[in-house]
């Protein structure tokens, strides 16, 4: 294998693909992005963890067709300590050689032979393409899961908790996650969408999908199969595993009525919550207090070996008085799915949820249990 490319083009690709590409005891090449060089000035670099796989195309200039596993940390620091910007890549003795005018290293490779192929799906075409084959505009696709994927649980012990659940609904795509002490539900506007099969994505490869698309502009394509999903756009394939299973009936555990409202400015509360967790206790519990006399919500904290906060923060108020004990990350981490400069809050009652939602914005709720103490 011979090619040369621009490092700037390269460098590129190897920083999406080597974040799939980690350690594995049983698989070493897992480590490793793999690169295949095609006789018509294209290189496809790929990486996989065996639960999402990704594969870039770019454009190079083929000297001599071939393949190689290079160890991504390796070849990615290698990149950037280079300065010069045409590069030569040739396979030597199974080993990786990159020159320029100033610099020349060699990386070992590991077997290519070894690394795992990545699933191709194609529309099933036994049955109606629009099934399988959906086409949908990256940015609301991507907005979708922003939204909601850290709410997911990071246990395995319910893998359908551990997944963001998307499904059709009135016109547009639902996205949910939940972990059972808190709930993110998105709802996006998308013309013209067809079926849309209910799925559930684990939420690790949603966060990678996140990452691979973030700065991609325009339509991609996803095919669907029993266990799989494949998202498509032009130059990059990426497939992830599906979770058999059922999302529960989220919607049961929505609050139908409240007992105290609020609506406060987003950074009021952002900046409170920040000076309030300095002196958090180690589960980051803060106490909401809505005073509906004075038009005041008090967010307090107390930490017995550091000390205390206490902070009023000036709000409309409609209610009962009311005061719970929430874990201050829960609250900070849905504020960035909210666009809206003034948030509503809107307390169940005692031992129930709180719900938070924009005050212009009502296409994101958020839904966080109290702590008992």
């Given at each position: 294998m011979k090619i040369e490319c621009d490092k700037s083009k390269i460098e590129v690709v190897i920083q999406k693909t080597s974040k799939l590409a980690n350690k594995h005891l049983t698989l070493p090449v897992l480590s490793c992005v793999y690169f295949d060089v095609l006789s018509d000035n294209k290189l496809i670099v790929k990486s996989t963890n065996l639960d999402i796989g990704v594969e870039i195309e770019t454009k190079i200039k083929t000297i001599e067709k071939g393949c190689l596993a290079v160890p991504a940390n390796i070849l990615l620091g290698v990149l950037s300590s280079i300065k010069d910007e045409r590069l030569t890549f040739e396979t030597k003795d199974n080993n990786l050689k990159i020159s320029s005018n100033k610099n020349s290293v060699v990386i070992k490779c590991l077997p290519y032979e070894d690394f795992p192929s990545i699933p191709k799906l194609v529309p099933n075409s036994s049955i109606n393409e629009d099934e399988k084959l959906i086409k949908i505009n990256c940015h609301d696709l991507i907005s979708g899961f922003k939204s909601v994927w850290y709410s997911a649980s990071n246990s395995s012990i319910k893998p359908e908790l551990s997944s963001v659940y998307v499904f059709k609904e009135d016109g547009g795509l639902?996205?949910?996650?939940?972990?059972?002490?808190?709930?993110?539900?998105?709802?996006?506007?998308?013309?013209?969408?067809?079926?849309?099969?209910?799925?559930?994505?684990?939420?690790?490869?949603?966060?990678?999908?996140?990452?691979?698309?973030?700065?991609?502009?325009?339509?991609?394509?996803?095919?669907?199969?029993?266990?799989?999903?494949?998202?498509?756009?032009?130059?990059?394939?990426?497939?992830?595993?599906?979770?058999?299973?059922?999302?529960?009936?989220?919607?049961?555990?929505?609050?139908?009525?409240?007992?105290?409202?609020?609506?406060?400015?987003?950074?009021?509360?952002?900046?409170?919550?920040?000076?309030?967790?300095?002196?958090?206790?180690?589960?980051?519990?803060?106490?909401?207090?809505?005073?509906?006399?004075?038009?005041?919500?008090?967010?307090?904290?107390?930490?017995?070996?550091?000390?205390?906060?206490?902070?009023?923060?000036?709000?409309?108020?409609?209610?009962?008085?009311?005061?719970?004990?929430?874990?201050?990350?829960?609250?900070?981490?849905?504020?960035?799915?909210?666009?809206?400069?003034?948030l509503v809050l809107n307390f169940g009652g005692m031992g129930k949820p709180l719900a938070i939602s924009g005050a212009t914005d009502k296409s994101f709720l958020y839904i966080v249990m109290p702590m008992n103490r």
């Open positions: 639902v996205f949910v996650s939940t972990d059972s002490f808190r709930l993110a539900e998105k709802k996006v506007n998308i013309k013209n969408i067809v079926d849309f099969p209910q799925t559930l994505i684990p939420y690790k490869n949603v966060s990678e999908i996140i990452k691979l698309f973030d700065d991609f502009n325009g339509d991609i394509s996803i095919i669907f199969d029993r266990n799989q999903a494949a998202f498509i756009a032009p130059d990059m394939y990426v497939v992830s595993r599906l979770i058999d299973g059922s999302f529960p009936d989220y919607k049961q555990i929505i609050p139908k009525t409240f007992g105290t409202t609020i609506t406060i400015l987003k950074n009021d509360l952002i900046n409170s919550i920040k000076t309030s967790n300095i002196f958090s206790d180690s589960l980051n519990q803060v106490k909401l207090k809505v005073d509906i006399k004075n038009k005041l919500l008090n967010i307090e904290s107390k930490n017995n070996d550091i000390g205390e906060s206490k902070e009023s923060i000036n709000a409309l108020v409609s209610g009962d008085d009311i005061e719970l004990n929430f874990n201050s990350k829960y609250i900070i981490d849905c504020i960035q799915s909210i666009p809206s400069d003034s």
